[in-house]
């Protein structure tokens, strides 16, 4: 048998794949979920892709009502023989979703149900938004009735035109996953305007990584930055960054950053920008930080040693830089003030809220600044630049010079309703009669 590494993908392959940790795949061997097959010359464990695709598949799918995924009898030992053994398919009973489990009482009665309000700022939009509906639902504005967000209204929420999620090519899943990912364009435009305001640059050239659908990106070009490369693993982001206007000359690619050459740019680049995956530190994830597989954070002082920009802009969750990933932020923070032998950055990081400057959702993030060659109070006051450019506020506090946080409603008010609400009768109806449809 010929083996092909589009057929069959090695152990760390196989769990980037499939966006867990190779201990996590290990376990799953052992319960039988996955059925690896051997190299018939190092004997390592192999998977077979068409497999692999399969169970991503069926991970994907709504897990709230706990359908019970029939995988299939354990498998035995992986067999070490030299020869490589032809996997069975597993058989799966799949999940239906024709999208009526939106509307069933289990949802409704989740007691993580918090649909979006009309006259607040939504919560913080997230890619987990394209499986778990509790949160990507908007009540109307007597709280009456209530529906599912569509991909163009959680654009929206994100800051982004509703274009931008229409005629995609990709699945609603897709798209909301894109989108959950990024930094809204009015936050990234008013950290680079801080920093351009307090760091004068010798080459407006920029590097994006972990670019996402290009919310810093927009920022970035938006102040004047020429992008030389814009990367980001994701096939569906890329199709995003491809469709970007400001973006026209740069190089874009699917690539995973570890492994991409950007030393080729040493030298060449004022800002290197970017948001390395926050699953590994979210409140919400189980916070494995460096141990994760995810944890592309930690190559940056690496990255900033390949290409020495003159300034470097990484964002990321709020819980970076508490509990029990307190530590890994300082480590991190040193690190990045002498990345390499005679390169000195003067850092700080602080958090923003996208609310503060016009984005209709509470979305808290940390931004890790650095300035080569310059000491930390210069970052001290690109801070401070940022900060007075804040253009709302929480209504809860009193300040005449900003607008309350902008709403929901306003935001979303103006498109063109999708249609498809329900009534809200609240958790004392039974379960049988708990909808009414319109
Ligand atoms: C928080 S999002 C980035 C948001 C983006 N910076 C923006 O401005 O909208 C993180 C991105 O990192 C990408 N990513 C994760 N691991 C990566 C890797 N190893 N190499 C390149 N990109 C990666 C993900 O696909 C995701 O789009």
């Known amino acids: 048998m010929v083996l092909t590494q589009r057929d069959w993908l090695q152990v760390r392959d196989a769990a980037s794949l499939l966006g867990v940790s190779e201990k996590t795949l290990r376990n799953w061997d052992k319960a039988g979920k ?20 399969e169970l991503k598949r069926e991970l994907n799918r709504p897990t709230y009502f706990q359908e019970s995924l029939d995988l299939g009898p354990p498998m035995g030992p992986a067999s070490v023989s030299t020869a490589v053994a032809e996997p ?32 607040k700022p939504s919560s913080t939009v997230r890619r987990d938004w394209r499986k778990y509906p509790q949160e990507a639902h908007v009540l109307d504005e007597d709280c009456r009735r209530y529906r599912r967000l569509t991909p163009s209204e959680i654009a929206v929420l994100q800051g982004f035109d509703n274009i931008l999620a229409k005629n995609t090519g990709f699945s609603d899943r897709q798209v909301i996953a894109a989108l959950g990912n990024a930094v809204p364009p009015q936050m990234a435009r008013a950290v680079m305007e801080g920093v351009c305001q307090i760091k004068s640059f010798k080459k407006h050239t920029s590097i994006e990584v972990c670019a996402g659908i290009g919310g810093l990106a927009r920022g970035a070009a938006e102040v004047g930055f020429k992008h030389l490369s814009c990367l980001d693993i994701d096939p569906v982001c890329v199709q ?16 995973d950053l570890r492994y991409a050459r950007l030393d080729r740019f040493k030298g060449k680049v004022g800002l290197l920008s970017g948001g390395p995956p926050c699953q590994p530190w979210s409140s919400g994830g189980l916070r494995r930080g460096s ?15 390949d290409i020495e920009p003159e300034c470097f802009v990484f964002e990321n969750v709020a819980g970076l830089t508490t509990g029990q990933n307190k530590s890994y932020f300082e480590k991190l923070m040193k690190k990045l003030q002498e990345p390499g032998p005679a390169l000195r950055y003067g850092v700080l990081a602080a958090k923003l809220n996208a609310a503060d400057f016009g984005v209709p959702q509470v979305r808290e993030r940390v931004f890790i600044i650095g300035f080569r060659d310059e000491p930390a109070v210069k970052v001290h006051r690109c801070f401070d630049a940022i900060w007075s450019a804040r253009t709302h506020r929480d209504p809860t506090i009193s300040d005449a010079t900003r607008s309350e946080w902008r709403t929901v409603g306003e935001a979303i008010g103006g498109l063109q309703d999708p249609g498809g609400w329900k009534s809200w009768f609240g958790n004392a109806i039974p379960a049988d009669n708990f909808w009414n449809d319109e």
């Not at 059925?35 to 892709?49: D, E, F, L, T, V």
């Not at 239906?96 to 979006?116: C, F, I, N, T």
């Open 240 to 255: 995003f960054l491809k469709r970007m206007p400001e973006l026209k000359n740069s190089e874009i690619s699917s690539d």
């Open 88 to 119: 069975q398919p597993a058989v799966r009973k799949k999940p239906v979703d024709d999208g009526s489990m939106h509307w069933r009482a289990e949802v409704a009665l989740d007691p993580k149900h918090r649909p979006q309000l009309w006259n």
């Open 291 to 305: 141990e994760d597989d995810r944890d592309v954070l930690g190559e940056m002082p690496n990255l900033i040693c």
């Open 34 to 53: 996955l059925r690896p097959a051997r190299h018939p010359i190092n004997g390592y464990r192999i998977y077979r892709a068409a497999d692999l695709h």
